[in-house]
């Protein structure tokens, strides 16, 4: 079946820190992957997409690649900022499943000056 | 301006009773979404369509109904056989097909039953 597994949190960064999100997924066929964003009190927004192996997604200096290799799609940013600070969710989708999704739990990220 | 809306973005029930959660796309999407949030855990898919007067049950369909008679509405129904309902419940749609299938989501309501 069809999976994403992301990093627990919560993660607690420094500005300008570099940050990494682990995620990898297990699907049956080819899906197309993404990272949204979630601030507090809010619905999910779309932060960047990858639907083939190699894609590389990226949006607001956030970036990710999708490695079919590893089964991957880790979201890293150089210099994080306390606007950033929100919570991250993986997930897939795959064409003939009625565009099911499948997230991930959600990663915390604070952010402190 | 184009989205998704829900309303309302706090809702109170008593125990036992029923109650509908509105959410309305004018962004001309064939497909819509349901979707439960409980603390620390992921988002849980409900119901969702593909297309008007069609729908179908997703992970966790029991204790809910849902109605797809116009293409920009997809009310979403917590019953009283629903054990938990107390989440936060999301909506989203998207176009519908493989080379537009990102889901757009709505600001989201808060179900508290007292």
């Known amino acids: 079946g069809n999976s994403v597994t992301q990093m627990e949190g919560p993660v607690t960064l420094s500005e300008e820190a570099f940050l990494t999100i682990n995620c990898t997924y297990t699907?049956?066929?080819?899906?197309?992957l993404f990272w949204y964003v979630q601030y507090p009190g809010e619905g999910l927004q779309l932060l960047l997409k990858a639907t083939k192996a190699d894609d590389k997604g990226s949006n607001k200096g956030f970036e990710a690649t999708y490695r079919k290799e590893t089964t991957s799609f880790h979201l890293e940013k150089g210099s994080v900022q306390v606007s950033d600070s929100a919570v991250y969710f993986c997930a897939l989708s795959e064409f003939g499943t009625g565009n099911q999704f499948y997230f991930g739990t959600g990663t915390s990220l604070t952010v402190i000056p | 301006d184009g989205g998704i809306t829900q309303s309302p973005k706090y809702l109170f029930r008593k125990e036992g009773q029923n109650v509908t959660l509105s959410c309305e796309q004018n962004?001309?999407?064939?497909?819509m979404y349901w979707y439960r949030q409980d603390p620390g855990q992921g988002l849980r898919l409900i119901y969702y369509?593909?297309?008007?007067?069609?729908?179908q049950k997703g992970d966790i369909a029991e204790g809910y109904s849902v109605s797809r008679e116009k293409k920009e509405s997809f009310p979403l129904t917590v019953t009283s056989a629903q054990k938990n309902p107390t989440a936060f419940y999301l909506c989203?749609?998207?176009?519908?097909?493989?080379?537009?299938?990102?889901?757009?989501f709505g600001p989201g309501t808060r179900l508290t039953v007292l």
């Open positions: 989203a749609s998207s176009p519908g097909g493989r080379d537009t299938d990102t889901q757009y």
């Open positions: 962004l001309n999407h064939d497909a």
């Open positions: 369509s593909q297309i008007v007067n069609d729908f």
């Open positions: 699907a049956t066929g080819y899906p197309s």
